[in-house]
């Protein structure tokens, strides 16, 4: 099952794991019955085959592609895979070649953007008056262990606003330490006195959050699918509350106040 070796047979046609099957058995009954004459097989010639077979393995149009578009990650980690080829040998090479792709794409993947947008009432048809304040947080790229403190100091270092919006439709993927950090958003911003809401939840991103019991938490009526429906649920509340607040009829205008001899019609 050696990568070279694998690699010859996939080059000569074979598709399944027989590859490795008849190669092994191959080599056993040489090694049993003709191990003397293969004995004499000289150096040079197995060196031959050796850089013949180096060369094939080789996938030269990649290598090609990645200096011709200058892709330094790719470029990076072709080298230091050739350098532990040469230093090592094939198996370890591979293995720190993988290692540093690894280190690459976690890199590239922690980039978080986070935009921040205030809500303007009156450009979404809405009275602004005795509306709250309130902001959209427009999230993009995967939330994992390598880009949610960048979330988190974000939120954090913003002015406070009684009302933030979390729109999530950019994010991908979430893990373990996301659903903390948004626990730990949400309890922050609760015990300053203001509400969150959360739009645009991915299925993968939301079954995180269902399963580690923060949207039963945070509660359904605080998730929407886009930061359009959240605003107007704002507004909505906002209307509600304010026709709590003021008298069920306003004076002079009840038909017990109006003067004598006025008719109602």
């Known amino acids: 099952a050696a990568i070279a070796r694998t690699s010859v047979g996939v080059k000569a046609g074979g598709v399944t794991r027989l590859v490795s099957v008849i190669h092994s058995v191959t080599l056993l009954i040489g090694a049993l019955f003709f191990g003397k004459l293969l004995g004499n097989i000289p150096m040079a010639a197995?060196?031959?085959?050796?850089?013949?077979?180096?060369?094939?393995?080789?996938?030269?149009h990649s290598i090609h592609y990645y200096w011709h578009h200058r892709l330094k990650g790719a470029m990076a980690a072709f080298f230091a895979t050739m350098i532990a080829t040469v230093c090592l040998d094939l198996t370890q090479a591979i293995v720190v070649g993988l290692g540093l792709s690894v280190v690459l794409f976690l890199r590239q993947a922690s980039r978080l953007e986070v935009n921040i947008t205030p809500v303007r009432w009156d450009d979404a048809g809405i009275v602004s008056q005795r509306l709250p304040d309130a902001q959209v947080v427009y999230i993009t790229g995967p939330l994992f262990f390598g880009s949610v403190n960048q979330l988190v100091e974000r939120i954090e270092s913003m002015p406070f606003s009684k009302i933030l919006i979390l729109s999530m439709r950019g994010v991908p993927m979430a893990d373990v330490s996301s659903v903390q950090a948004f626990e730990h958003i949400w309890r922050e911003h609760v015990k300053a006195g203001g509400t969150i809401y959360i739009?645009?939840?991915?299925?993968?991103?939301?079954?995180?959050?269902?399963?580690?019991?923060?949207i039963e938490e945070i509660g359904e009526q605080h998730f929407f699918w886009s930061a359009a429906q959240a605003i107007d649920r704002i507004a909505e509340l906002?209307?509600?509350?304010s026709l709590e607040s003021s008298p069920k009829e306003p004076p002079g205008e009840?038909?017990?106040?109006?003067?004598?001899?006025?008719?109602?019609?």
């Open 254 to 265: 009840s038909l017990d106040e109006l003067p004598l001899g006025v008719s109602p019609v």
């Open 46 to 60: 197995l060196a031959g085959v050796l850089f013949v077979t180096a060369w094939r393995m080789n996938e030269w």
């Open 238 to 241: 906002s209307r509600q509350a």
């Open 199 to 214: 739009s645009g939840l991915q299925p993968q991103v939301r079954g995180v959050l269902a399963r580690a019991g923060l």
